[in-house]
Structure formats: structure tokens, C-alpha cells
């Protein structure tokens, strides 16, 4: 791959303030790509965009019936936002469901639907999920999560199905636990819902069924991230691209 390979294209990134959607920034723009930040946090949003060189789109994705309507420019879409919490299905908050499918199924359909014109139009469009092991396998205590990156799967191939024949790809990455905020804050609650340790959790839970016992880094994400964003992925499409020391391989 060239390193301004993607030079004179325009990437749109959601969550991309922080964690993997910063790091995929990073690496886009490192390969010429114009960034767009798109977060619900307006400070970090401006802070990552003048990180890159790009421009900042502060925008609540979980306003979904704002976005019905949406028209937006993008080479490369890049759905990353995403929130989790653990608990039990019984005592799930049904509100807290509901916006979780809000923001992880609905505002990417909604962004797809209003980039693919123009993607049409010019013959070439990548769109990137970011997934997870979690969009191939469950776990307890993450009903929302695992049921938004399971129906965000669905989305991404039929994506894949419409999109080849106007030049456009789509594909999921399925990490396991990256070392990022995300991951960060849900130790407290794994702890809770598991009875153990806050310090045991990294082993005991987000370790446990990966044969390479150590967590993600963003950037290896955003490498991977990049490579499909890059002329060279153009037969890739309606794929998932696990990234989980072996987790999935069970």
C-alpha cells in the first residue's frame, strides 16, 4: 500500500474522539485521507480533528430521526461509535437497550443509506464496520451489545450485496477487548455481575477464551482498518475480519 494511497479521499469516522475511531483517524491521515471526526463530545471531537488535520462534526448519533434525512459526502465511512453496558437481562434497563440499537444498528443504516449516492455516483465507497467478537459470539450480561454488533453484521452484508456492482465494499472487523476507554470503564461491572476482583477481570473475563492472552491495541485495529479502505480490498466485501487472539477459532 502507498502511503498517500488514500490521498484526495474523504473519510468520515463516528466515535472518533478517542480509542479505535481516534486511531483509525490517526492512520488515515497518515495515508492522505481527509478526516472527519464525527462525536457527541464537541471539545474532543475539535481536539482529534486539529490532532489530524481534519474537521470535527459534533453530532448526537442517537438522534436517529434527525438523521432520516441525511445527505453526507464520504469516500470512506467508518461506523465506530459505540457504548457498553453489562448487566443482567433481567434487570436491563429496556431505555438503555433501546439506545444502545439506536446508536450501534440505526445510526449506521442511517449513515450508509446517506452516503451511498454520492458513493454510487463516483463509483468507489468503503464502508467499514467495527464489530466485534461479540458480532459472531455472545456473552452473558451483554444483551444490548451483543444483539446490535450481531444485527450490524447483517447490515454490513447486505450492504456488501447492493454496493458491488457500483464499486462500493462493506465490511466488519471483529476485535476482542482493545485497549480503549470502552473497554476501561466496564471493569467495575464485570467485576459486580461476576463476583471477583476488579484486577482479576483482565484475565478471569476479557482474556479468557483468546489463545493470545494480552488486549488489543488500537492501532493494530486502524492498520486493518486502513488496508480495507485501500484500493488493494476492492474484491473484499461482506466480510468479518476477526481480530481476537483466537477467540473465535473455538
Given amino acids: 500500500m502507498s502511503e498517500q494511497e488514500l490521498s484526495g479521499r474523504c473519510a468520515v469516522i ?8 481516534l486511531a483509525c483517524a490517526e492512520e488515515f491521515a497518515r495515508r492522505g485521507a481527509h478526516v472527519v471526526i464525527a462525536d457527541f463530545n464537541g471539545e474532543a471531537a475539535q481536539r482529534a480533528a486539529d490532532r489530524v488535520g481534519g474537521e470535527a462534526w459534533v453530532v448526537d448519533l442517537s438522534d ?8 453526507l459526502h464520504a469516500d470512506i465511512l ?4 459505540g457504548v457498553q453496558t453489562v448487566a443482567p437481562l433481567e434487570t436491563f434497563s429496556p431505555e438503555r437497550f433501546r439506545f444502545m440499537q439506536r446508536l450501534m444498528v440505526e445510526s449506521p443504516f442511517l449513515l450508509i443509506r446517506a452516503v451511498l449516492p454520492g458513493m454510487y455516483e463516483r463509483g ?18 451483554k444483551s444490548a451489545y451483543v444483539t446490535a454488533k450481531h444485527a450490524l453484521e447483517g ?15 462493506s465490511n466488519c472487523i471483529n476485535p476482542a477487548y482493545v485497549r480503549t476507554p470502552l ?15 476488579e484486577d482479576e477481570v483482565v484475565e478471569k473475563v476479557m482474556l479468557t477464551e483468546s489463545v493470545i492472552k494480552r488486549l488489543i491495541e ?11 479502505a485501500g484500493d488493494d480490498a476492492g474484491m473484499v466485501t461482506g466480510a468479518s475480519y476477526t ?6 477459532a473455538r
Wanted: charge should be negative; glycine fraction near 16%.
Fill in 218 to 228: 488500537p492501532h493494530e485495529v486502524a492498520s486493518l482498518a486502513a488496508w480495507l
Fill in 78 to 81: 467508518l461506523n465506530n461509535a
Fill in 124 to 141: 468507489w465507497g468503503r464502508i467499514i464496520n467495527i464489530s466485534s467478537a461479540h458480532g459472531l459470539r455472545a456473552s452473558a450480561y
Fill in 14 to 21: 463516528t466515535g472518533g474522539a478517542s480509542g479505535i475511531g
Fill in 64 to 71: 436517529t430521526v434527525a438523521l432520516d434525512e441525511l445527505s
Fill in 243 to 248: 481480530m481476537d487472539g483466537g477467540w473465535t
Fill in 183 to 197: 473497554v476501561e470503564k466496564q471493569i467495575a461491572d464485570q467485576a459486580r455481575v461476576h463476583g471477583i476482583g
Fill in 155 to 169: 447490515l454490513s452484508k447486505v450492504t456488501a450485496l447492493e454496493g458491488g456492482a457500483h464499486g462500493v465494499t
